[in-house]
């Protein structure tokens, strides 16, 4: 189970391992850590640990020569973090919340469906690497018909990428084969597509400042940026129609 460890200055949580219960944990450098995670995590670099480091996500321990130490529970804390972004798309500032509220001893509100915090606090089936998918597969797990399936591609909603379909795809296959129960087909939907490729118009403008720079944390400072605009940007979508739905209420 996760057991918190709150002390000063000291924002951890230590998730230990069956086989750890007895003796010292192993401490691992930046490298090891980036082995342990990136055949989950392909795009994780010492980088981006050294910037949620920075804001506050993980701190791993100094050695006096200032190099970082990580434990056990750093490693299952980059894991909570990366799977967060990588499967539901949570800004830092989300991630952080739901941080401080595992640090006070709390179970976060409102975390995504199959998401947990025992005793890995990240379940297997989102720790799983970003799955790729043959037509035959996207169509059982979506429930999508041979002749939706069909009109997704030629409508553009999804395409394979190396030969394959990824989890975006899926979801969006799901989403349409819930909406032509009601009666929307695949040919309705296109302006959703174009509303999205407007909005990430908007969103990589906002962000090409950060992008344009060469630091070593740029890229994350404006993937991060992204998230967090497009967020905002479907919170506005949500509203909006939400206040339009409001009105049918209404006698």
């Known amino acids: 189970m996760a057991s918190v460890n709150s002390g000063a200055g000291r924002r ?4 230990q391992s069956a ?4 003796g010292a944990a192993a401490v691992l450098n930046i490298g090891e850590v980036l082995a342990q995670l990136c055949a989950d995590f392909p795009s994780v670099t010492a980088s981006k640990i050294r910037f949620y480091e ?6 791993p321990q100094r050695t006096p020569a200032g ?4 434990r056990e529970h750093d490693v299952e804390r980059l894991r909570f973090v990366l799977a967060l972004q990588r499967d539901h798309y949570l800004p830092l500032k989300v991630i952080r919340e739901y941080l401080d509220a595992i640090d006070d001893g709390r179970t976060p509100d409102n975390l ?5 915090i025992a005793p890995r606090m990240v379940p297997d089936e989102v720790l799983s690497r970003s799955r790729r998918l043959t037509a035959e597969q996207l169509c059982a797990e979506s429930g999508a018909g041979p002749e939706l399936y069909e009109s997704l591609l030629s409508y553009g909603l999804v395409e394979m990428r190396d030969g394959a379909f990824d989890d975006h795809a899926l979801k969006v296959a799901q989403a349409c084969t819930a ?6 087909e695949p040919r309705h939907l296109r302006p959703f597509q174009a509303a999205a490729e407007r909005e990430f118009g908007l969103v990589e403008r906002a ?7 060469r630091d070593g944390t740029s890229a994350m400072r404006a993937a991060e940026a992204a998230r967090e605009i497009a967020g905002q940007c479907l919170n506005l979508h949500s509203a909006l129609v939400q206040a339009r739905i409001s009105h049918m209420e209404t006698p």
Do not use: C, W
Not at 19 to 22: D, H, I
Not at 54 to 59: D, F, N, P, R, V
Not at 67 to 70: A, C, D, V
Not at 112 to 116: A, D, M, R, T
């Open 12 to 15: 951890l949580v230590d998730v």
């Open 19 to 22: 086989g750890r219960r007895s």
């Open 54 to 59: 920075e804001k506050g996500l993980i701190t």
């Open 67 to 70: 190099y970082r130490q990580f």
């Open 112 to 116: 995504p469906p199959g998401v947990s």
């Open 179 to 184: 909406l032509a129960a009601h009666g929307l």
């Open 207 to 213: 962000v090409g400042p950060l992008s344009s720079r």
